[in-house]
């Protein structure tokens, strides 16, 4: 039970419902989110006002989702910036994927070049006699 | 037969502007109407639609498959649209206009029902004009578009919980606006 209420967004679950506290919970019930508590489904079920909400919500949603189907034809073709390469679509993720592994390859090269020269160093301070 | 989509995005991962720019022209109608949903300027949405295109462009090699090319261009759309309205909130006016909807082909039959759905849509198309950004955005997407609330939070980069919270909230506001304008 307490799923259910914590389900349909109140603390407890209410012993008598009433027409606002139903209606409250109502869009939720309706857009399928939530699970209305028995009192409260009972209660709407008889209560006329609440069955007129319920019917304004169902219209509402309904409305809203037919929107849905309706396209606005766009006021010239969206494309045309696509068409310069160079300014606006030239960050293509292959090209971007060359110049990536190009940044890799010089860090790495760069990497293996101060380890080298370390290695070099330490090779010469070994060699050298240890107390001066 | 259309182009196949498929066909088209797999070209596109691989660089064919051409194959890109078909996949544009497809969708942009769907792109652009969306935008002009979320931002409620048919100017602005025309800067959304063409951002959105280009950031699809060099997001494309991410695109995994894992939903429609259409949804992810659509969560595209309503990340940019979040991001240029949110800039634009002090420079521009809001137009109202552009969410009005006209009457739809399947309404001529009853001129009754037709006339009332009608009114109903320009109620609905004006109160949600008055909600507030985050709540429009949500309830766009949640009931004209259907998407879950994990992928409105994905989208838009909030809770899943804000997404309903906003929802809920939302509902409430366009229940009060639409009592005062019957």
Redesign the interface.
């Known amino acids: 039970m307490s799923r259910l209420v914590n389900r349909a967004g109140l603390d407890r679950v209410p012993r008598i419902a009433t027409c606002g506290l139903t209606r409250l919970v109502l869009h939720g019930a309706e857009s399928g989110g939530i699970d209305l508590p028995p009192v409260m489904e009972r209660h709407r079920r008889g209560c006329l006002t609440c069955q007129v909400a319920t019917a304004r919500q169902r219209r509402m949603l309904a409305e809203l989702g037919a929107m849905r189907t309706q396209v606005e034809p766009v006021p010239y073709d969206m494309t045309a910036g696509l068409e310069y390469p160079a300014e606006v679509g030239g960050d293509h993720p292959s090209a971007r994927r060359s110049s990536t592994s190009r940044r890799t390859a010089t860090a790495v090269a760069s990497a293996v070049s101060i380890a080298a020269i370390g290695v070099v160093v330490l090779a010469r301070r070994m060699r050298s006699p240890s107390i001066r | 037969m259309g182009p196949d989509v498929n066909e088209l995005v797999d070209r596109s991962?691989?660089?064919d502007?051409e194959a890109?720019?078909e996949l544009?022209?497809l969708h942009?109608?769907?792109?652009?109407?969306l935008a002009?949903?979320l931002v409620g300027d048919?100017t602005l949405a025309?800067d959304v639609?063409?951002e959105a295109?280009?950031r699809a462009?060099?997001?494309?090699?991410?695109f995994r498959g894992d939903s429609s090319f259409s949804t992810w261009l659509y969560r595209i759309t309503a990340n940019v649209a979040w991001t240029l309205k949110g800039r634009a909130a002090r420079q521009r006016t809001y137009q109202l206009d552009a969410m009005i909807?006209?009457p739809?082909a399947s309404d001529r039959g009853n001129p009754e029902v037709a006339g009332e759905?009608t009114e109903?849509?320009a109620r609905?198309g004006a109160a949600l004009a008055e909600l507030a950004r985050s709540q429009r955005t949500v309830?766009i997407l949640?009931?004209?578009?259907?998407w879950s609330?994990k992928e409105i939070s994905e989208a838009l980069s909030i809770s899943v919980t804000a997404s309903?919270v906003r929802?809920?909230r939302a509902?409430?506001r366009?229940?009060e606006l639409?009592k005062e304008s019957s």
């Open positions: 991962r691989d660089g502007r890109f720019g544009a022209r942009q109608h769907e792109v652009y109407t002009v949903r048919r025309a639609t063409q295109l280009i462009w060099r997001a494309i090699g991410r909807v006209q739809q759905r109903l849509r609905l309830v949640k009931d004209v578009y259907g609330h309903k929802l809920h509902h409430l366009l229940r639409l």
